[in-house]
């Protein structure tokens, strides 16, 4: 757990590392098993008689997205949690740091494309650090609006 605090403090959200602060949140979601906060709905609070199984659903989903939202938050600058610290969901707090700072970036766009182009494999270097290193950048490229085809 404080090795995903320490995670988490290093790459705080400040606006200008959105695309580096939204990877590392990502992993640590998938580390701890929460990523699913974001895709699926809150259940409907269960009714008094309902069956173990729901009332289990229910509490396993708000237990992980209490977590996922804190570490969401721990994660932020002190405005940025100040802002999203009244936000219930997950997902509500990752829509709006998307709407604020996810919009393609051409500089980041450009360096990860100068790097791919770039990219030689040193002689005895491991080639999976080297496919690893390409596939981060296309992805990262990617993600910024750039278009991966043939002619590129």
């Known amino acids: 757990m404080s090795a995903t605090l320490n995670m988490l403090a290093v790459d705080k959200l400040n606006g200008n590392n959105y695309a580096s602060w ?10 701890d098993d929460l990523i699913f906060v974001l895709v699926e709905e809150c259940p409907q609070v269960p009714a008094a008689n309902a069956t173990r199984t729901v009332r289990e659903a229910y509490e396993r989903w708000a237990k992980a997205n209490e977590k996922a939202r804190a570490y969401i938050l721990a994660s932020l600058s002190k ?3 100040k ?7 997950t997902r509500e707090i990752m ?6 700072f996810g919009q393609a970036s051409y500089q980041i766009k450009h360096d990860a494309l100068k ?3 770039n990219a030689r494999m040193n002689e005895g270097a491991s080639v999976r650090e080297h496919v690893l290193n390409m596939m981060v950048h296309f992805n990262v490229a990617e993600m910024n609006g750039a278009v991966i085809d043939e002619a590129s």
């Not at 939204?22 to 580390?31: F, G």
């Not at 829509?95 to 604020?100: A, C, F, H, N, W």
């Open 115 to 117: 790097y791919i182009y």
């Open 95 to 100: 829509d709006s740091l998307q709407e604020m």
């Open 22 to 31: 939204k990877n590392t949140i990502n992993t640590v979601l998938i580390i």
């Open 83 to 89: 802002k999203h610290e009244s936000m219930l969901t």
């Open 79 to 81: 405005v940025l949690a």
